[in-house]
């Protein structure tokens, strides 16, 4: 079977049949795929805007976080208690949610009667979790914010 592409743009065969030649059509039946299919070109735009901006939201986010992490650390620079409190928070304001609206965690349905099983997945998922919590908060007292900020964004 061929690939899509070569239905709509036949690749040239021959000796000039190689990757190279390929590269452009692919790109312009891809384009013309998501064109036609996929949404109109309004719509196209609207998606393209509307992901840069939740982006640019997130990196925001992220920088105001990291910024207001440094401050607290530099005026309470105790990490691992910081974790304790955050996994503490955490965790107490997750079982008051689901006292009072169950519904919003329907996967607890098919877990009914099993919950003490789970505690030995979720028990070393949690201490992992705040093993690297507590890395990334011990990381604040040592390293720049613009350094902080590269690394949380390529991870």
């Given amino acids: 079977p061929q690939p899509f592409w070569s239905q709509q743009f036949p690749i040239p065969s021959g000796p000039v049949s190689s990757t ?3 590269v452009p059509f692919l790109f312009s039946s891809l384009r013309h795929y998501i064109m ?5 070109e309004q719509g196209l735009r609207q998606n393209v805007v509307t992901g840069i901006l939740l982006c640019a939201a997130y990196i925001a986010a992220s920088a105001c976080l990291i910024n207001y992490n440094k401050f607290l650390l530099q005026r309470f620079p105790f990490p691992w ?20 609206a169950p519904g919003l965690f329907p996967a607890m349905e098919r877990v009914k009667g099993r919950e003490v099983d789970l505690l030995k997945f979720f028990v070393p998922l949690g ?11 011990k990381a604040y007292m040592y390293c720049t914010v613009a350094f902080l900020q590269f690394m949380k964004e390529s991870n």
């Fill in 20 to 22: 190279y030649w390929k």
């Fill in 36 to 40: 036609t299919n996929m949404a109109t």
């Fill in 127 to 137: 201490f992992f979790f705040a093993t690297a919590l507590y890395a990334s908060n």
């Fill in 81 to 100: 208690e910081l974790t304790a409190v955050h996994m503490t928070c955490c965790s107490t304001m997750s079982i008051v949610l689901y006292s009072i």
